[in-house]
Nanobody, 124 residues
Framework: QVQLVESGGGLVQPGGSLSLSCAASGITWDDYSIGWFRQAPGKEREFVGTISRSGGSTHYEDYVKGRFTISRDKAVNTVYLQMNDLKPEDTAVYYC?????????????????WGQGTRVTVSS
């Protein structure tokens, strides 16, 4: 059974940093691209970024580009989301998910096996 578990969320002041982790089990990690999404209260789930199977390619939504970095460590089946210069508008529950082969990178519909999410709150 595939399971993804996000961790690392919390409360941080504007301008601060957080590093989120997405640990996977029950899956051949190298076979899939992994995406990060977020969902703020009352809003739809939105794309943050994705990393390729090899880890050699990443794509980010414009509102996080230059501030967020996705990486993966195959040895421990974990994908990371490093978030710097956080803003109050980054407040959301952050999710990782497995990109379905042939599925859109940018839409939730292209992903399966969502984790339970980790909450990030950016506030002074």
């Amino acid at each position: 059974q595939v399971q993804l578990v996000e961790s690392g969320g919390g409360l941080v002041q504007p301008g601060g940093s957080l590093s989120l982790s997405c640990a996977a089990s029950g899956i051949t990690w190298d076979d899939y691209s992994i995406g990060w999404f977020r969902q703020a209260p009352g809003k739809e789930r939105e794309f943050v970024g994705t990393i390729s199977r090899s880890g050699g390619s990443t794509h980010y939504e414009d509102y996080v580009k230059g501030r967020f970095t996705i990486s993966r460590d195959k040895a421990v089946n974990t994908v990371y989301l490093q978030m710097n210069d956080l803003k109050p508008e980054d407040t959301a529950v952050y999710y990782c998910a497995v990109n379905r082969p042939g599925g859109s990178f940018y839409k939730p519909e292209g992903y399966d096996n969502w984790g339970q999410g980790t909450r990030v709150t950016v506030s002074s």
